[in-house]
Structure formats: structure tokens, C-alpha cells
């Protein structure tokens, strides 16, 4: 049988590997050359490295299957470690980074430039590019026909994270060389501290974007509106629905979906589906003069049409998961 896909595993996992090693060679280059804008690189590096480490984990958890504490299963764990793997990016990456720069700011340090540095801040930008390349091939695989726009709504936020973590990483690599390499040239350690700043404020931009996404699924995040208005789409044109008359969704996790619906049945339509022409007319003729037939058949209308109604709840149920397999849990209700 053919594996099933774990949603933003792969990328996760190269970006704990990749930041792992980042982390290391740029915590080296700072201690040893004083730069402000390279510490707050490491600091990046590392905050990313354990915000990986929480996505990994969430990811993991997701995976467990449901049972009599969460009927719906764990897909929610998945959201709620992304949500603390953001905050670690606002209070550990930006927080810090910040921190640091306005210390540098207000009590300039001499930054001791060797060559060494920009070696470093290569090899970090080569590492960097390529766990942003496994992000940007993930969401383009799981979602090949919609706009960017699109793309980032509805990722997976485990490869979202990964995606603009790693995209700020590349651009802090490039903030933290040209500030570097300012301070070199113009013998000032001002631009050094500003460059910290700068690659600080940009984790703040990612970690609320972060923040503000998770959130919206831990709250009851509704499907994606173009499925919510195929599935009303399909509904409407059942002939044995009169009216939908209230429609509810929640996404539990990365592609699975609970909707719940209220509905009122056409009354015409299940009777003709219950009692053909002919039929109908050949009971009637039995029962006619015959008082107690008559109850007979009374009782055996009463228990045929709650029965019916029940099977085409379960096919109208069978006909959404057949043609949105994320629909895994349906609650129809009858008015």
C-alpha cells in the first residue's frame, strides 16, 4: 500500500537539519568577530532550529489516531505547536535580536571583520536556500493549480513556518553581509548594530503572521470557500432536499474536514422514492375497503420513510466524501 503523505514533514525536517548546522558556524563567527549583525543571525538560526524542533513535534502528534478522549483525532496538536514555535520566533528570535542590537546601538563595540565572516554568511545563505527550496516545492505540490495568494492561505502551517523562516533566514543572511561589510568599510560599527535590527524586525513581521494564522485554526477555522460552496452546490441539487437550512465546517487538520449541516427533506420527492406510480395504486386497491389493511399499511408508511430517510442521508453522505475526500466527518441533521 502506498504511504500516505505527511504534510510538511519533509521540509520541517530539512530545516532542523539545515538550521542545526547554520546555528553553529554562525554562533562560531560571531564570538570571534564581536559582530552585532551575526549574533543576531545566530540567535535566528538557533530560534529557528528549536521552533523546527516544536513543528516536529506538533506534526508527530497530529499523527496519533483518535479514540475516546478526541473522537476527531489529534489533527488540532499540529496548530497549537506551530502557534508556540511562533511565539518562540517573537520573544527568542526577535526579541532577542532586538535586544541585542540596541545594546550595540547604545554601547558601540568594536567588531573585529576577518574574512571568515563572509565564508560563514556563504555557506549559511547555500544551507539556507536550499531548506526554503524544499518549502517552496512542498506547497507547490500540494496545491499545483492555485495563485500564491492561495497557496500561502491555505499551506500547511508547519511548511509555512518553514517557508518564511527560512525566506527571512536568506534575507537576513544578505542584511547581515551588507551590514558587515558597511562596518568594514566605513570603520563604524553603527551599521553592524542597525543590521541587527533590521533582521529582528523582520522576525517579528513572520512571527505574528504565524501567530495570527494558527490562531484561526485552534478558534474553528472554516473549510476553503470554494469547497464550502461546492458541497452547498451538491446539496441543493439533491432532489430529496428542499432546503439547506444551516451549514457549519471546521478544518481539524492539514486536509481533513468536519461539516454540519441542517436540512429539510422534500416530502414529495421521498414519497414518489418510496411508493412508485403503480405500486402505490395496487396497495391502495387492497386496502380500500379493508379498515385494518388500511392501519397495516399506515404503520408500514410511518416505518418506510424514516428508513428512507436514513439512506439517503448515508448517500448523500457517501456522494460528498467521494468527491471531497478531506470531508471525513459529516453530521447531517433533519429539521
Same mark, same amino acid.
Do not use: E, Q, R
Given at each position: 500500500m502506498k504511504p500516505t503523505h505527511v504534510h510538511g514533514l519533509l521540509p520541517v525536517v530539512?530545516?532542523?537539519?539545515?538550521?542545526?548546522? $547554520?546555528?553553529? /558556524?554562525? *554562533?562560531?563567527?560571531?564570538f570571534t568577530s564581536g559582530s552585532s549583525a551575526l549574533f543576531g543571525e545566530a540567535v535566528h538560526s538557533f530560534a529557528d532550529t528549536l521552533n523546527q524542533a516544536l513543528l516536529l513535534i506538533g506534526i508527530v502528534r497530529s499523527r496519533k489516531k483518535p479514540d475516546r478522549a478526541f473522537h476527531y483525532g489529534y489533527g488540532s496538536e499540529r496548530f497549537f505547536w506551530a502557534l508556540i514555535s511562533a511565539c518562540? $520566533?517573537?520573544? /527568542?528570535? *526577535?526579541?532577542?535580536?532586538i535586544y541585542h542590537g540596541l545594546h550595540s546601538l547604545l554601547y558601540a563595540q568594536e567588531v573585529t571583520i576577518t574574512p571568515i565572516i563572509f565564508v560563514v554568511l556563504a555557506v549559511s545563505l547555500v544551507i539556507e536556500t536550499i531548506t526554503l527550496a524544499t518549502a517552496v516545492r512542498e506547497i507547490r505540490r500540494t496545491h499545483p493549480q492555485s495563485s500564491w495568494k492561495e497557496r500561502i492561505d491555505e499551506a500547511d502551517p508547519a511548511t509555512l513556518a518553514v517557508l518564511l523562516e527560512d525566506g527571512v533566514a536568506v534575507l537576513g543572511v544578505i542584511v547581515a553581509s551588507v551590514a558587515v561589510g558597511v562596518s568594514f568599510l566605513t570603520g563604524s560599527p553603527l551599521w553592524d548594530a542597525l543590521g541587527?535590527?533590521?533582521i529582528g524586525a523582520l522576525l517579528a513581521i513572520v512571527a505574528v503572521s504565524l501567530i495570527v494564522k494558527n490562531r484561526s485554526y485552534l478558534i474553528g477555522r472554516s473549510i476553503p470557500e470554494d469547497e464550502r460552496e461546492a458541497i452547498l452546490e451538491l446539496l441543493d441539487a439533491e432532489p430529496a432536499i428542499e432546503r439547506v437550512i444551516d451549514f457549519k465546517s471546521e478544518v481539524l487538520d492539514i486536509g481533513v474536514y468536519r461539516i454540519k449541516c441542517e436540512i429539510e427533506f422534500n416530502g414529495p420527492a421521498l414519497f414518489d422514492e418510496a411508493y412508485q406510480q403503480e405500486s402505490l395504486r395496487r396497495e391502495y386497491d387492497e386496502v380500500k375497503d379493508d379498515y385494518e389493511a388500511f392501519k397495516k399499511f399506515c404503520v408500514d408508511y410511518a416505518d418506510r420513510i424514516p428508513r428512507l430517510m436514513g439512506r439517503k442521508i448515508d448517500e448523500i453522505e457517501h456522494t460528498i466524501r467521494q468527491r471531497y475526500p478531506s470531508v471525513r466527518h459529516i453530521d447531517i441533521e433533519v429539521n
Open positions: 530539512a530545516a532542523l537539519g539545515g538550521n542545526m548546522l $547554520v546555528t553553529v /558556524i554562525k *554562533a562560531a563567527a560571531a518562540g $520566533v517573537f520573544f /527568542i528570535g *526577535a526579541g532577542v535580536t541587527s535590527l533590521v
